[in-house]
């Protein structure tokens, strides 16, 4: 698609078919702290529009999930260049109900039988997010949301809900070793560790490969712990593979995944980069995933 100059809340985009140009409004956002989100855009239609939020299903599955949102006047028309009315609207989504955790993408439905129409990201204000939360503030489950502005230019949401969570804080990698804090947000008996805590690297691939390191208390709420890259790469076969880090607050508690949601990033992947470690001709990189989770990945060479 080409992009001609935007105007008036809406962006003319010319399909690469040569059908003729399409204009998608560009829709602004902000998210305040409390997890609330509004969408405001210009349209025209003599209808009431509604906002149309659908979570992307897995790759070859149908859409199943989706939510409807009515749109409100948002002051008074504009009056564009080519004489015809644009209307601003305003929809909030609400805190509750939470969102399904994974991939939102926004559309607007101009009248009950009009096609879903994609929404152009517009400026996204995410101030309130920046700050992180913290668990006196936070209910659980943790519910999360970033909108973010797709490859194409959309507007869409990531999102997370999780009956627990450890926040990843400072990550530090030395030639030998990785120390992480983390911020604990559980529903337990408290957040201090207790017997038989520990931090846990987990080899994917069902395997069951485990390894343990000592757990520690790190401030309110916080909690700290220190792997060695020989821990991964002194195996039988070097420990190649991914490793996902996890925390266990006593013996028998469900282990809680460590990643980092409570910001503005939607996708760290390829924005936070830690050092590589070599060691025995074995590379340890730790990395978030595409779920924003803390891994640490071992290649050779």
Known sequence: MTRTTPAN??????????SGPVELPRADCTVDGNGRMEVRLGLRTAEQPRLLLRLR???????SVTRLIDLEPDGSPEEP??????????????????????????????????????????VRD??????????ARTPLPLAVRVPFTTPDGTLAV???????????????VSADSTTVRARLFTAGPGTEPGPGAAALLRLRGGAGE????????????????TFTQRQLTDTPD???????????????????????????IADRKKVFVHPAVTLDGLTARTYYTLDNELSVEVTSG
């Open 158 to 172: 990531r999102t997370w809900l999780r009956t627990a969570h450890a926040e990843a804080d400072r990550i530090e």
């Open 9 to 18: 809340g809406t962006d003319p985009v010319r399909d690469s078919t040569g």
């Open 238 to 264: 070097g420990g190649k593979g991914v490793w996902d880090v996890l925390v266990r607050m006593r013996t028998g508690a469900r282990p809680i995944r460590v990643g980092r949601l409570l910001d503005d």
């Open 57 to 63: 299903p897995p790759k070859g599955k149908p859409e």
């Open 81 to 122: 260049d080519d004489g015809a009315g644009v209307t601003r609207w305003r929809a909030e989504l609400g805190s509750e109900p939470a969102l399904a955790e994974g991939r939102w993408d926004l559309f607007v439905l101009t009248s009950p039988d009009a096609e879903r129409t994609p929404l152009l990201a517009g």
């Open 210 to 225: 485990v390894r343990e390191t000592a757990l520690h208390a790190d401030g309110p709420d916080g909690v700290r712990f």
């Open 126 to 135: 995410l101030r309130a997010l920046t700050a992180g939360r913290t668990p």
